[in-house]
């Protein structure tokens, strides 16, 4: 269990913070939050922007499959898949692989890429429709915290159900005062957040033994 970046080689993301924060209304809030069209190919007010495909998860994938040593004919599963992208990857990157998706999104599993046609499920992070340890390693990027307290709990424990030990989950945290607020006025669908502290105290609730890391705003 260990706090490692494995997104180190993702672009950054450009945030017009000020813009987000003005347009931050309560309809908005409410659209994003059903993770449809919008959402992921609407305005960049209420979600992504445009939510498409060009490569950038590759070197992502590739650390992934060194973190966990993964060969071919392993199983790994990506909760909160969105379009499967990373799912994409992770068998371009790793010929053999055996990569799933599961994302509550039924817009975004019908917009997928056609190489995961099949390999993406439709359902929650509190429930996964998997046996106990059927996963060489489950990965877990931005999503649980779009859960309530006590669905992140659930959500980290069937994570670990699936694969003791070799996970990793990222979710939105802050350092400081001024990164909190940061995030307050950019946050769309984050229903649980704390600071790094806070989030260690809810892995050790849940019994979670994998690896984490933080999303945090910076201007």
């Known amino acids: 269990m260990a706090e490692i970046n494995l997104l180190s080689k993702l672009p950054k993301a450009k945030r017009d913070i000020s813009r987000r924060h003005t347009a931050k209304t309560p309809e908005n809030v409410a659209i994003a939050k059903k993770f449809g069209q919008a959402y992921?190919?609407?305005?960049?007010?209420?979600?992504?922007?445009?939510?498409?495909?060009?490569?950038?998860?590759?070197?992502?994938?590739?650390?992934?499959?060194?973190?966990?040593?993964?060969?071919?004919?392993?199983?790994v599963l990506d909760v909160g898949c969105g379009k499967g992208f990373l799912v994409k990857d992770l068998m371009k990157v790793c010929a053999g692989l055996e990569a799933f998706g599961l994302d509550l999104s039924e817009y975004a599993l019908k917009h997928c890429e056609?190489?995961?046609?099949?390999?993406?499920?439709?359902?929650?992070?509190?429930?996964?429709?998997?046996?106990?340890?059927?996963f060489s390693a489950v990965i877990s990027i931005n999503t649980i915290h779009n859960l309530q307290r006590p669905g992140v709990i659930r959500a980290l424990g069937e994570i670990e159900r699936l694969s003791p030990g070799r996970s990793f989950v990222q979710v939105?945290?802050?350092?400081?005062?001024?990164?909190?607020?940061?995030?307050?006025?950019?946050v769309l669908t984050a229903e649980f957040h704390d600071y790094p502290a806070g989030w260690l105290k809810i892995f050790a609730e849940a019994g979670y033994t994998g690896d984490w890391y933080w999303t945090v705003l910076e201007e």
Do not use: C
């Not at 929650?124 to 340890?133: H, K, M, V, Y």
């Not at 939105?172 to 950019?186: A, G, H, N």
């Open 40 to 75: 992921f190919d609407g305005p960049r007010e209420v979600g992504y922007g445009g939510y498409r495909y060009d490569g950038r998860w590759v070197p992502v994938a590739e650390d992934i499959v060194k973190h966990f040593n993964l060969k071919p004919g392993d199983r």
């Open 172 to 186: 939105d945290s802050y350092y400081t005062p001024e990164q909190r607020d940061l995030f307050m006025k950019w």
């Open 114 to 134: 056609p190489e995961v046609v099949g390999r993406l499920h439709l359902g929650s992070a509190t429930g996964l429709p998997f046996p106990d340890r059927s």
